[in-house]
């Protein structure tokens, strides 16, 4: 189970760098996750872990309790020597005291204590399954003691919290076991019973079924061997009972579950970060009815300086077509760079109202800014030199090639016609001797021709395109073609960001059900005849 929960921990924070980089989770979050605590009890043993007559680790369990109730006492009792620090000195003790059998090889500790760590052994084939702490005082105004509790705490299996009569309503023990209850198995011991009463120890019982304990297991004991109607013994042997590789194992799965479920609310507050799924299309359809505002806005701005634009791409054509002479500047100035960066930012305020991660959309909008510019610039020349090549619309450009045809065949036929009268006339005349033709024909006849040629030539004049409309008509095909661009680029761009956000959220959900707690564990910890059952809070 450990190794499981280590590679959860892994994928989860191979995802928060991932996301972090794209953007989608802040430093904090990305933090947050790579700080979940991988610690647990068998990390302070070697992963080739042996023992001649074992086939698990031996069960870690620790005294634990605040100042003056005799948790150095009762590890002393046990060891039947004085191993741990006790007395006025205690309270400013700055170290763990580990008791174990001496073919126990501890080999992990907390980084933070290995200055900090007193370890004794014994010969005990009773006691070999188990591992004592003793742990400092926790509510010791020294602030190293507090910090060595959180540190060894992950380390732990059982903890035995000693209280007295006179500290077992302590606030900050209560603190503690809110925070740390669903993370261990309890045993509580009500130490020094010879000065204790029944409505304390009723007072106590009740305390610990407030907070989730249904029946706690409180063991009456006293700091003196003399006191033979204590339950120390019980105690012991009740710790030994636990040490079983099968009691061991459940509780490593109880460990993992605990763990699991505050990874899960770790993550499950990172996927409410992330904002809805039909924020996305929301988004899209904002930024269609802004960007068509804009358009709007930015054609009636254009009017001047197209037909500025036009005016020059019509005294320049030639040299503009033969690149001789470069066109002017983009017609897209700062006033439309001022417009589209408005739309740009009424953009990012709504995403912000979605919920959605802002960061990602920073960043995109960032690269698009200098984008309308290149695309005005390009389309609007693309489109001006294809319209100056072809000026006109089809109908026009046919009736040009028609009256170019015609400005041919009309003087040809014209002078076909004169010149047969003239060879007619001049064969006839020979034949009836009648005069040749008159000044009236040839005045006549060069009327003809030349209006067979003037007329196509002068409607060809006439109907010739304007340049500067032409040019006019390209700009604004090439500046419609450039907006269709643009809404086309960014509606790319942000299906991607959805698209990219599904992703995460999908890999968001496969670390989030792997969380999920199966059928199997939740029966076996709900097993009211399991004897972790009243060691655990609930």
Known sequence: MVYDYSDLIEQAKQWALNARALGWINVEMSEQLSAVDVRAPDALFSATFSLTELTTRPLVVAFMGGTGVGKSTLLNRLAAKNIAKAGVVRPTSREVTLYHHESVVLRHFPEQSLNQINISTHHDLGNKNVVWIDMPDFDSTEQTNKHLVLHWLPYIDVLIYVVSPERYKDEKAWRLLLAEGTRHAWLFAFNQWDRGQSDQYADFTQQLQSIGFVEPVIFKTACSEDNLSDEFEVLASTINSLATSHIIEQLELRGSLVRKQALKYRLEQVMIALGPDDAYQKLTEKWQAQWQATVTLLQKGFEWPLKYKAEYYAEHAADIMTQSVKSEQSVWDTWAQARFDDALDELMIYVDQLGIPVLPFKQLLGVLKDTPSKMVLTQTELATRVALANPGNVLQRFCLKSLRLAEIILP??????????????????????????????????SLLIALSWLMPFFILKKMQPSLKKTALKGLNKGLANAFNLIDERMQMELNNKAKQHKEQVSQLLVLINACEVSEYTSELLADKENPLARLLMH
Do not use: C, E, I, Q
Not at 414 to 440: A, Q, R
């Open 412 to 445: 040809l036929t014209s002078m076909s016609w004169v010149g047969y009268k003239v060879l007619m006339s001049y064969y006839l005349s020979n034949m009836t001797n009648d005069h040749y033709l008159g000044v009236d024909f040839a005045v006549h006849s």
